[in-house]
Structure formats: structure tokens, C-alpha cells
């Protein structure tokens, strides 16, 4: 890879983590190209070179947020897999442990959690990108898998509902710990769901 390539991929990512605390910090209606070159402490006209409109702006912030996200998802994966002994199952708290330190993590980046929300907000006229943060999303199909194996290696049930139950119950103590209580810890929560859904 050329300098200059390194050079550009360094300058898109500064761009991307200043947009993103711009929109944390003052909401999407405050990104501006101006905008994130005060908060990057670039020169005037740097964000417009590596995105030319305020939508090219937008994706490669959403971009920079999915690509977080999936690696996130590997991480949780990889912690599965790196805990599994063959023919044993983790139980219901050993999971939950597993869950609420991936919620731990996410939250940890708050502002990208907050630019996250206030985008999924924001773009309901942009549905191509705002399917990066959706359902629609490679990372949702990752996280999909991941929340499968998660459930076979505890010996629960893992029907497609059952994954996105999961899934939506770990977004909803991401969104909680953001946006109401930063100290409340999601693990007696998600141990309490695992316990009952293998009672069901």
C-alpha cells in the first residue's frame, strides 16, 4: 500500500471519528463538511475532498460505525469459540458474562453509540444507508450467526426467534446503558432471559 493510500485511509478514518462526535455531541443536523474540519483541526475543504456531499459524509460515517460493529461481533465470537470445550455447554451465566461484557464494550463508545441511535433517527429518507445499521445489515447477519452458536453452545433453543429475541434484548440493554444509566449492568438481566428460555 503507497503512502499517499495510507495517507487517505488515516484522513477518512480522523474524518469519520470527528463526524462522529460532532453528531454525538450536537445531533445530525450539525454535520456539516466545515463542521467536522474544526473538530478533525484540518484544514478548510479536507472533509470535502474525501466526501464530496453531506450524504457521502453520512455513509462514511455509517460505514466506519458497521465496520466497528462487525468487528465487535468477531470479538464475541471469538470469546465463544475460545471458551467452548467440545461436548460441554456454557451455562446460562457463563453466556450472560459473555453478552454483557459485548454490551460493556459498545457502550464504552459512547459518542458511537449515540451517533448511531440519532442516524437511525435521522435516516429514514436514506434507506440504502441507513440499512448498514439495520436488520438489513452484514453485521446484523453476523450477529444473527453469532447469537446462533452462542444459544447451541449453552444447549438453549435457537430458532430464528429465539436468535432475534436475543439480539433485540442485547440492543435494547446497549440502548439503556447509552442513553439512561451508564452504571446499570445488563448481565443479571440476560441471565435471567437465558434462564427462562431454557426453562420454556
Known amino acids: 500500500m503507497s503512502s499517499s493510500t495510507t495517507n487517505g485511509s488515516k ?4 474524518i469519520a471519528d470527528s463526524a462522529i462526535r460532532v453528531i454525538a455531541r450536537d445531533g445530525v443536523r450539525a454535520l456539516t463538511h466545515r463542521a467536522v474540519d474544526r473538530e478533525a483541526g484540518i484544514p478548510q475543504g479536507s472533509t470535502s475532498y474525501h466526501a464530496k456531499t453531506r450524504l457521502a459524509l453520512v455513509e462514511l460515517v455509517v460505514d466506519a460505525l458497521a465496520a ?7 470479538r464475541l465470537a471469538a470469546s465463544l469459540d475460545a471458551g467452548f470445550a467440545p461436548g460441554r ?13 459485548l454490551v460493556e464494550a459498545l457502550a464504552s463508545r459512547r459518542d458511537d453509540m449515540r451517533a448511531r441511535y440519532a442516524l437511525l433517527l435521522e435516516l429514514h429518507d436514506e434507506p440504502r444507508v441507513r440499512a448498514k445499521l439495520t436488520a438489513d445489515s452484514d453485521v446484523h447477519a453476523l450477529s444473527r450467526r ?4 452462542a444459544l447451541t453452545r449453552a444447549g438453549l433453543p ?4 429465539h436468535v432475534e429475541d436475543l439480539i433485540a434484548l442485547t440492543d435494547s440493554l446497549l440502548f439503556h446503558r447509552t442513553a439512561l444509566d451508564p ?4 448481565r443479571a438481566v440476560l441471565a435471567a432471559y437465558l434462564r427462562g428460555t431454557a426453562m420454556a
Open 146 to 149: 453469532v447469537a446462533a452458536t
Open 11 to 14: 484522513r477518512r478514518e480522523t
Open 89 to 101: 455447554l456454557l451455562d446460562a451465566d457463563a453466556l450472560a458474562a459473555l453478552i454483557a461484557g
Open 158 to 161: 435457537g430458532s430464528d426467534a
Open 183 to 186: 452504571t446499570a449492568s445488563p
Open 68 to 74: 466497528r460493529a462487525k468487528a465487535d461481533a468477531e
